[in-house]
């Protein structure tokens, strides 16, 4: 009884102390920017998206304000054991405050559950699932760019009412491409498609054909990719080989990011239907932070939109400290500032934060051009169609986030 | 029935990038003892090497098949030459580490100045199209790859086991100081060997750079399925490592068909059940 008694003075004493500590507000962020550092998708995040974070630090102005403010990288591996440990080591040593980017909806599930339990901030933009804003939402994570519901919504959409009315997916195995197929058969279905079925190839499969012949196979329509990165690319080019395109099926890079467009060259993926919240050429807001961005990246490489969003997150994070006066180290509290306050930035232009963490700006479906359409390198995408922010993003009445029901 | 011939097909198609290069680490591991970690990183040399003779001088794809494995073989000649041959004699593990460094350093190189997603090479123009089997579209490149390396895979098990250099080269490996009491210059005819496990590597990566993107991280991932195919045909046997690579190419394939979530590990699978069957693997002879 005396031990007990004398562990719970003890655990209000700490509690006090750091409740102490947490209300103390200063001038001093450290960002980290965890993402896949050499990996399939190192260069749709990766070192841009430090890149994009450096260049946010410099806009916001707040260095000449006095902030002092860091930003350190960090390599998950795409593994989440090490994403965690990264992110662990970085609150309880480095005192990170805030993380950012970190593709892979498998690392960015386990890092959000830690972001949380550390009372940090999360600001993912590298990650697909709609899990992040829905069943596993937290007081801690906002979800910029895009989700596995905008994508799904987006080309799923488009293809299905265009007649592509029967899909066979070939999906990642792992919590994207799980969610991405399941949110694409949703929203195939809602318009009376039919999924014939599906193959689960593992992460950085490098052939394949046996997975591409098994959905010729299957007749359908459609073809779904429900993968990312150097995964899309190798089942692009690999398809081609295969005649799937010439014989008249059609393939749905579900995610595809400029950087994979870039990689394939246009006379293979010429004619591709996907969608994005992002690209380079869209008006003079776009164009003037990628035309900043190319110049100091590696290989001059223009932003994706996970770099974007690391960008327009971290502006609007800034944003959110100031009007609080400080940096109150105390995560939920600047997240719940940052839903208060609309979103405006030249990337993404308006939008808001919804109670649910998910921040809803508008979509577009894109084409990739034709070689003979195309001006030079890195102009690619046509656009076809602007999905408004309302229908790009899951509509609040239907997530499942538990932070919804109160 | 038509959509399992198809896959078998597959499957002999990744066979084929199997087998000539786990037949270039069994060269380098029966004739040096050098377990080469490196292997992939050279291999994705030889797909970068046929980009940029392409890029660069206009050269295509069939003077890449020549002029790659030669560059490639050089430049591994030059690693056997300033560093491999001072760990003759030594434990494996130091030949180990040395290359495996080696590879992480080629390809943190490559990843620095040409990113992850990798760059485009296109199938040469004699090449492109398919035809209809009946049960499959087969693309004419892939049936190139697999007649191709098929030769290639012959040529040099000809090469070591039946001429009059392949017997002085085992020799050499049985017994260096008797072999060059005969006058017989032992240190260069190692130098080529690694020359030659190294081009056949490199080789492979031109095969492959039409397929697969020509990215920095391709070999890094190929390897270990390589590594696990020369352990389960025993390591440095020859036909062993040929044989072994078109077979698990078609078991790999078939998995892709049948439950494709365990296709990346099936490989590994058969390795642990083939070592406690037999530890030297399937051809290998006990020492």
Redesign the interface.
């Known amino acids: 009884m005396k031990k007990s008694i004398a562990s719970l003075l003890l655990g209000t004493a700490l509690s006090l102390i750091a409740a102490g500590a947490a209300s103390a507000q200063d001038k001093v962020v450290k960002i980290g920017s965890l993402s896949d550092q050499s990996g399939l998708y190192a260069d749709l995040g990766g070192p841009g998206s430090t890149l994009a974070a450096q260049m946010a630090v410099e806009d916001s102005g707040l260095v000449a304000k006095g902030w002092k403010i860091d930003v350190i990288a960090g390599d998950h591996q795409n593994k989440p054991d090490v994403g965690v440990n990264v992110a662990r080591q970085w609150f309880d040593i480095d005192k990170v405050d805030v993380i950012v980017d970190v593709p892979n909806s498998g690392v960015a599930l386990a890092v959000s559950n830690l972001v949380k339990e550390k009372n940090g901030v999360f600001l993912n933009s590298g990650a697909g699932t709609s899990d992040l804003t829905n069943a596993q939402c937290t007081p801690n994570t906002i979800h910029w760019s895009y989700d596995t519901y905008t994508l799904a919504h987006g080309t799923g959409t488009a293809l299905t009412k265009a007649g592509g009315d029967t899909w066979f997916f070939v999906t990642a195995d792992y919590a994207f491409g799980a969610a991405l197929e399941r949110d694409t058969t949703a929203a195939v279905q809602s318009l009376g498609g039919k999924v014939l079925g599906g193959v689960k190839a593992p992460l950085s499969t490098s052939d394949f054909s046996s997975f591409l012949l098994q959905a010729q196979a299957s007749k359908a329509k459609i073809i779904g990719l429900a993968n990312a990165g150097a995964d899309t690319t190798n089942s692009i080019k690999q398809a081609a080989e295969f005649g799937i395109t010439q014989s008249g099926q059609k393939l749905a890079a579900l995610l595809l990011f400029i950087t994979d467009v870039h990689s394939l060259g246009l006379n293979v993926a010429k004619g591709l239907n996907f969608t994005e919240t992002y690209y380079w050429d869209l008006n003079d807001g776009t164009r003037a932070f990628a035309k900043r961005f190319q110049e100091r990246a590696k290989n001059h490489a223009m932003p994706t939109m996970v770099q974007a969003g690391v960008y327009a997150s971290l502006i609007h994070y800034f944003k959110a400290l100031e009007a609080l006066g400080g940096n109150p180290h105390d995560g939920a509290k600047v997240v719940a500032k940052m839903k208060e306050m609309p979103t405006d930035d030249a990337l993404f232009g308006k939008g808001e934060i919804e109670p649910n963490g998910r921040t809803i700006h508008p979509a577009y479906l894109f084409e990739v051009k034709q070689p003979s359409e195309s001006k030079g390198p890195w102009d690619y995408y046509k656009l076809v169609a602007t999905i408004p922010a309302n229908e790009a993003f899951t509509p609040l009445d239907k997530s499942t986030c538990p932070l919804l029901k109160k | 029935m038509?959509?399992l011939y198809?896959?078998l097909l597959?499957?002999l198609?990744?066979g084929s990038f199997y087998a000539l290069l786990s037949l270039g680490l069994a060269v380098i591991f029966g004739m040096l003892n050098i377990i080469n970690f490196a292997h992939g990183a050279l291999y994705m040399m030889g797909a970068f090497c046929a980009y940029f003779l392409l890029n660069l001088t206009g050269l295509g794809y069939w003077w890449a098949l020549l002029i790659a494995p030669i560059i490639v073989g050089i430049f591994g000649m030059i690693l056997e030459r300033t560093m491999l041959q001072w760990l003759a004699g030594l434990d494996h593990l130091y030949g180990l580490l040395l290359t495996f460094g080696i590879a992480l350093i080629v390809q943190?190189v490559f990843?620095?100045?040409?990113?992850?997603?990798?760059?485009?090479y296109?199938?040469p123009d004699e090449l492109k199209g398919?035809t209809n089997l009946g049960f499959?579209?087969l693309?004419i490149?892939?049936g190139w790859v697999v007649i191709f390396s098929l030769v290639v895979c012959l040529a040099t098990w000809f090469l070591i086991e039946k001429t009059r250099l392949g017997a002085y080269l085992r020799a050499a490996t049985e017994n260096p100081t008797l072999v060059r009491a005969f006058g017989i210059n032992v240190p260069r005819m190692i130098t080529l060997t690694y020359g030659l496990g190294v081009g056949l590597a490199a080789l492979a990566g031109v095969l492959s750079a039409p397929?697969?993107?020509v990215?920095p991280?391709?070999g890094a991932?190929?390897i270990i399925v390589v590594f696990a195919v020369v352990v389960i045909g025993g390591m440095g046997s020859i036909m062993g490592s040929i044989i072994t690579g078109f077979a698990l190419g078609v078991i790999e394939?078939l998995t892709?068909?049948f439950y494709?979530?365990a296709?990346?590990t099936v490989v590994f699978v058969l390795m642990v059940l083939v070592l406690l069957v037999k530890p030297t693997g399937l051809t290998g002879r006990a020492t």
Do not use: T
């Not at chain 2, 990843?111 to 485009?120: A, E, V």
């Open positions: 038509a959509a198809a896959q597959v499957g198609i990744n943190g990843q620095n100045y040409f990113g992850s997603s990798g760059l485009p296109a199938i398919a499959m579209f693309p490149y892939r397929i697969n993107q990215r991280l391709m991932d190929l394939g892709k068909y494709p979530e296709s990346n």
